[in-house]
């Protein structure tokens, strides 16, 4: 059977995806960011509305990329713009699914002036800050019913292999599904291709075969499917 066939099986289902890099400014023309594409998270938010799901998309910064048919898209810039729009979309939603790549951490200080450079003065440092983890606030939010499902993009290490820093993560996190790129040999970012595991708190494991976002999308709706049929 074709794994992206049309079913309609999340129709009156509140879903929030968040996709996209954020980008966090350093003076009023500068930024930190990040490389994501932003298409694993569209292509969640166009599968979800395929199979009649309500959806809002919170778009950080993407390739150029066609809005998703039927989903409300919501454009942020900044981590901060992120976690806004994410809590206010959540508050009514019965799945929310952070794609996003989010930033760990923003300048400091966001200079007013375009910082300049001068001589016979030493070399600017750019000191970092912290911004929230909005998955854990999400969980920690959470209410009733609502299903909070992560992203992961891990490789292996001296430390464990992919598998055992998901599974530690998703302990971490306490999400109710993590869904795990395993990155490295050319995966995952800027690519059309992904393969990886869908990790479940009740302790199921899925391997997602090597495959487009829209089929690792058709899966993850699909365990979702089956955790809220299980509520
Ligand atoms: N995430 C988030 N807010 C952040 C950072 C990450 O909501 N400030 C979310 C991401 O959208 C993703 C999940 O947390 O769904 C995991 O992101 P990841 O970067 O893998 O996890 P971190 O906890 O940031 O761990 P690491 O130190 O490995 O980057
Ligand atoms: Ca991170």
Redesign the pocket.
Known sequence: ADPTALRRDLEGVRVVV?AGGTREPLDPVRYLGNRSSGKQGYALARVAAQRGAEVTLVAAHTVALPAPAGAEVVSVST?EQLRTAVHAAAERADVVV???????FRPASRAEHKIKKRDGEPDPTIVLAR??????E?VERRRGAQLV??????TGDDRGDVLDHARA?LK??GCDLLVVNAVGEGRAFEVEDNAGWLLSATGAERPIPLGSKAQLASAMWDSVADLLAGR
């Open positions: 968040s981590a952070m794609a996003a790549a989010v930033a760990d911004n929230p983890d909005v998955l854990a999400l499902v992560g992203f992961a993009a891990e993560k971490r996190k």
